[in-house]
């Protein structure tokens, strides 16, 4: 049976993985990380990593970016692996989590939806087809607290079709500013807040007298946590340090 760590069990995301661990047999909650402290069911919650004392064969993160620090480094002192589900990273905080897949298995992704990332594999062939004869936009709708813009998993598909291209394009954020026609070399990407939208993601791609659209719709946050359930099961097999995503899983 795989022992997991959830850190940020309180929160929706951390509720959804302690739940679905408690219909698999597979797996157990050996303990949950809350800045609350708050007492799980069947297992106890420590307010910090550094508090943390019981041992695990793996660690699911759905907490905040700004506890980032704290867990890598519990997870390097423990040997442990650490699945990342946290979005909203910065530059920096993307550099700690490449030195410490020095070390351990860590598994990281923008989207843990298995649909998206079929999307993603979608997405760079026709981009592969297509060639420079379409342009590309992105659009991506999220409920009104998220924080971050666009979406990591935006920037996920515009690094899809940035690789199927025969050059590399640039990307554009905001257009209100912009006051020339579009440049056949850019991919617009734009961020819609509001309401309880879980996630929409739509690829654009637009030629002459025809469009093609791609799109992905989230009806609920639970595939997130499903897919970092199954990413934790993924890293019970998995013995070498470095950075795995979804495509590994897949």
């Known amino acids: 049976m795989q022992r997991i760590i959830v850190s940020g069990c309180n929160g929706h995301m951390g509720q959804t993985v302690v739940g679905l661990c408690a219909s698999d047999p597979e797996l157990e909650i ?42 890598l480094e519990f997870c390097l002192k423990h040997s442990l692996p650490a699945v990342l589900a946290t979005t909203g990273y910065s530059e920096e905080q993307l550099s700690l989590i490449a030195r410490a897949a020095d070390r351990i298995p860590v598994f990281r992704s923008a989207n ?12 760079k062939r ?3 087809s297509l060639g420079e004869d379409f342009d590309v936009e992105i659009v991506e709708r999220h409920h009104r607290r998220k924080v971050d813009a666009p979406s990591g998993t ?16 640039q990307y554009v954020y905001d257009r209100h500013s912009v ?9 617009g990407i734009s961020s819609v807040r509001g309401g309880t939208i879980t996630g929409d993601h739509t690829v654009i ?19 997130f946590a499903a897919g970092a359930v199954r990413a934790a099961k993924f890293l019970a097999g998995v ?5 795995y995503d979804m495509s590994h899983l897949l």
């Open 112 to 123: 843990f939806s298995l649909g998206v990332n079929v999307l993603l594999d979608l997405v």
């Open 154 to 169: 935006a920037l996920m598909l515009a690094g899809a079709v940035s690789q199927a291209l025969p050059y590399q394009p």
């Open 126 to 128: 026709a981009a592969s």
């Open 239 to 243: 013995t070498s340090p470095g950075l």
């Open 30 to 71: 050996a303990a949950g990380i809350d800045i609350l402290g708050q007492p799980g069911e069947g297992f106890p919650v420590f307010s910090s990593p550094v508090a943390c004392t019981v041992q695990a064969d793996v660690l699911v993160d759905f907490s905040h970016p700004s506890a980032l620090e704290g867990l």
């Open 205 to 223: 791609f637009a030629g002459l007298d025809e469009v093609i659209e791609i799109s992905h719709h989230a009806a609920s946050r639970d595939v």
């Open 179 to 187: 006051r020339n026609p579009r440049d056949r070399r850019e991919i």
